[in-house]
């Protein structure tokens, strides 16, 4: 009983009460946006438990999210390394995967077992046919609103310069 309200008392004190908001990006020139999204996902899905399992065996909490972060200064615990490897792997195993030829090949991809997570299955359209974009058109005009949406979609059909900027 000592014991277990010791490492409570350890974990808590270990613990940083902040919390931020992490965002995950893939930057790509292929028209694959649900397929990104989905593995993005799951990617956060994957740090999570990694970042679970290392907590169980380090009390400290959220370690995995301040290694990748770049906010943890001490030495990194063998237990969290060996999760931030797992997860290093997996997106090397990402990386790694072919591109399909256009109107020739597809690609599938089996991320994690199949009763987990479905397969991903890439496919691009001939160089003679326009490609196809699988973005949801509803969500920059819900995100930025209907006027600084269509002023955006302008500028990016006449090639303008976007920049964007957040005031709060």
Same mark, same amino acid.
């Given at each position: 009983?000592?014991? &277990?309200?010791?490492?409570?008392?350890? =974990?808590?004190?270990?613990?940083?009460?902040?919390?931020?908001?992490? +965002?995950? @990006?893939?930057?790509?020139?292929?028209? =694959?946006?649900?397929?990104?999204?989905?593995?993005?996902?799951?990617?956060?899905?994957?740090? &999570?438990? @990694?970042?679970?399992?290392?907590?169980?065996?380090?009390?400290?909490? %959220?370690?995995? #999210? +301040?290694?990748?972060?770049?906010? #943890?200064?001490?030495?990194?615990?063998?237990?969290?390394?060996?999760?931030?490897?797992?997860?290093?792997? #997996?997106?090397?195993?990402? !990386?790694?995967?072919?591109?399909?030829?256009?109107?020739?090949?597809?690609?599938?991809?089996?991320?994690?077992?199949? %009763?987990?997570?479905?397969?991903?299955?890439?496919?691009?359209?001939?160089?003679?046919? =326009?490609?196809?974009? &699988?973005?949801? !058109?509803?969500?920059?005009?819900?995100?930025?609103?209907? &006027?600084?949406?269509?002023?955006?979609?302008?500028?990016?059909?006449?090639?303008?310069?976007? +920049? =964007?900027? @957040?005031?709060?």
């Amino acid at each position: 009983m000592v014991e &277990d309200i010791r490492k409570s008392i350890v =974990f808590h004190r270990t613990r940083d009460h902040a919390v931020s908001l992490t +965002s995950l @990006c893939l930057i790509s020139h292929h028209p =694959f946006v649900s397929i990104f999204h989905d593995l993005l996902v799951l990617l956060k899905q994957i740090i &999570d438990s @990694c970042s679970y399992r290392a907590a169980q065996k380090t009390n400290i909490k %959220d370690i995995v #999210w +301040s290694v990748l972060t770049g906010h #943890w200064q001490d030495a990194i615990p063998p237990e969290a390394m060996r999760e931030i490897k797992e997860i290093e792997t #997996w997106i090397l195993m990402l !990386l790694s995967s072919p591109v399909p030829v256009p109107g020739k090949t597809k690609v599938q991809l089996e991320v994690m077992p199949s %009763d987990i997570s479905p397969i991903f299955e890439f496919a691009l359209p001939d160089h003679t046919r =326009f490609s196809l974009v &699988d973005f949801p !058109l509803h969500l920059p005009f819900e995100l930025l609103g209907v &006027d600084t949406a269509v002023r955006v979609l302008a500028a990016i059909m006449l090639e303008f310069k976007a +920049s =964007f900027s @957040c005031i709060s």
